[in-house]
Structure formats: structure tokens, C-alpha cells
């Protein structure tokens, strides 16, 4: 999921720092200084998650956890994975810090997008079922969503990437249905010992 440095062209650079700072922005300003623990643990665990590397065929694959992000933290999400990506770009060269901007944006905008979707459905779930499913659909969705982008941001910096669009695409399969089932876990599992972390107000969808 991380794209490095000199492989997007400067249009694209550019267009994604923008849009990294406005919601970096934007997540800072409706985020409430109670909730900053909050933030720093789940930028923690994806920082902890996405080093991890596993083989699949022809690529190697990792956990994101943005879905999850995103259910939990709302826009915070933003800041939260800004800080995860920059400190992964600077100690251990995973994306870069030109691209950085790029990589915030299309992991970021999918868990944005899957708290409005799915956000309300599993806090108010009441069966575990449900909150599983609810948990399985963001956590799959924003697997979906950041590889669409990441696929928009290649192909808008060349067409020669389109074959590796295509493996992108396979290798990511399994990475879908493996978050969406570790997220669905982790919900059920909230919404039994930590309810409040869902159901707290959350400042974005003010």
C-alpha cells in the first residue's frame, strides 16, 4: 500500500499533499483533546501492523487496519495515519516523503469513507452477528477503496503501470477478507468490554 518515492509524477505529488493537509487539517480541528490517547495508541497499532510483511505469491502484503481507523476515530483517522506513514517513511523507508502525501490520502479518504458508512450500522448493532458483519464490511471496504487509489494515482502517472494495477489487485484479495475479519473481531470484542469507544460522540459528523 505504500508508494515510493519517484514513481508518481509531479501532478499527482502535488494534488495529494493538498488534499493530505486539508484533511490532516480538518481531522486536528474537529478532533477533542480527550480523544488524543485514543489517537496515538490506533496510529500505534497500524504503524505496529503495516510493518508486518507477509508473502503472497509475487508480492509481499501487510495489515492496514484503516477501516478500523475509521470506524473508531472518524476524521481523526487523518492525523493518525499521517503520523504512522511519516515515521514509517523516515525510519524504515517504507513509502517515502514525497509520496507521503499520496499514501496519507489513499489510506486515509477509504476510512473516512467507511465511518460514514458503517460507523452508526455498529454501534448500534445489537447481535454479535451484525456487529461482525459491520466490522467485516469496513474493514474489507477500505482495503477496496485505498487500492482503487492507489491504482489512480499509478495510472494518472503513466500507463505503464497498468500490469502492475493488475497484480495489485490480486494480491490485495486476500488482504480484504483477512482485515475485514480481524476488524469485525476487534468490534465485537468492543462492543462487549469498551462500547463507549464506538458509541461516544464523535465530533465529525457534527
Do not use: K
Not at 508480492?59 to 506513514?85: D, E, M, T
Not at 487509489?149 to 493488475?166: P, T
Amino acid at each position: 500500500m505504500h508508494i515510493a518515492d519517484g514513481v508518481l509524477s509531479a501532478p499527482v505529488l502535488i494534488t495529494g499533499i493538498a488534499l493530505s493537509i486539508a484533511g490532516v487539517g480538518y481531522g486536528l480541528q474537529r478532533l477533542d483533546y480527550e480523544r488524543i490517547p485514543q489517537v496515538a495508541v490506533l496510529s500505534s497499532a497500524f504503524f505496529v501492523a503495516s510493518l508486518i510483511h507477509l508473502p503472497i505469491g509475487f508480492s509481499n502484503i501487510h495489515l492496514i487496519l484503516n477501516g478500523l481507523l475509521g470506524l473508531i476515530l472518524g476524521w481523526a483517522a487523518f492525523p493518525a495515519l499521517a503520523i504512522a506513514l511519516f515515521l514509517q517513511a523516515i525510519l524504515f523507508g517504507f513509502g517515502g516523503i514525497s509520496s507521503l502525501g499520496v499514501n496519507v490520502f489513499n489510506m486515509a479518504l477509504p476510512a473516512i469513507l467507511c465511518f460514514y458508512l458503517c460507523h452508526h450500522a455498529a454501534r448500534r448493532a445489537q447481535h454479535e452477528s451484525l456487529q461482525f458483519l459491520y466490522g467485516f464490511l469496513a474493514g474489507s471496504l477500505a482495503i477496496i477503496f485505498s487500492t482503487c487509489l492507489i491504482a489512480l494515482s499509478l495510472f494518472l502517472s503513466g500507463e505503464g503501470f497498468i500490469r502492475l494495477i493488475q497484480l495489485m489487485f490480486l494480491a490485495h484479495i486476500p488482504v480484504m477478507i483477512v482485515e475485514g475479519i480481524i476488524t469485525g473481531f476487534i468490534i465485537v470484542f468492543l462492543q462487549q468490554v469498551r462500547p463507549e469507544l464506538l458509541a461516544a460522540p464523535v465530533p465529525s459528523c457534527d
